[in-house]
């Protein structure tokens, strides 16, 4: 791949750990709402293009929320056994897996004992994370460029 373009869409420096993120239940996003989880994509998918070649690339956010909305659908259409498809979700099982240790957060998360074992109590907790809003509005300002 030519190097006529950063590897992030935002320089990191101006894209500080700055926003917060409370955990909490919430009546979105639920397993059989398609039209909530396509609201989690910006105009274009989340896809830019950058440098003087125009090069397409997907912002790594939302290549996680597409995964993520990957194997919603299959498991919700019990599809991720034998399916055509099942080489897809097995492959967004990794990505998520690998960009969960690349986040490698360390907030600590309090356990609980439950009648089934030990579970994790995260409910209103508060995590440091980046702005998503400004990655949001990057993408959004990019694709005003060439759509």
């Known amino acids: 791949i030519k190097s006529d373009f950063p590897n992030s869409l935002i320089p990191h420096e101006e894209h500080p750990y700055n926003a917060r993120l409370t955990i909490e239940e919430t009546l979105h996003y639920g397993p059989t709402n398609d039209v909530e989880w396509l609201t ?4 274009g998918g989340g896809y830019v293009r950058r440098g003087p070649e125009h090069r397409a690339f997907r912002v790594a956010m939302f290549h996680q929320l597409y995964c993520l ?10 599809t991720w056994i034998n399916d055509e498809d099942s080489g897809l979700t097995e492959s967004c099982f990794n ?3 690998q960009m969960s240790l690349c986040a490698s957060s360390t ?8 009648t089934s074992g030990i579970g994790v109590n995260v409910l209103g907790m508060e995590h440091t994370c980046r702005d998503w809003s400004l ?7 990019n694709v005003k460029t060439w759509a």
């Open 107 to 114: 907030r600590l998360e309090p356990v609980k004992q439950l």
């Open 135 to 141: 990655v949001y509005a990057s993408v959004e300002e």
């Open 69 to 78: 909305n990957v194997i919603r659908k299959a498991i919700v259409d019990a």
């Open 40 to 43: 989690l994509f910006p105009r």
């Open 95 to 97: 990505y998520i897996h």
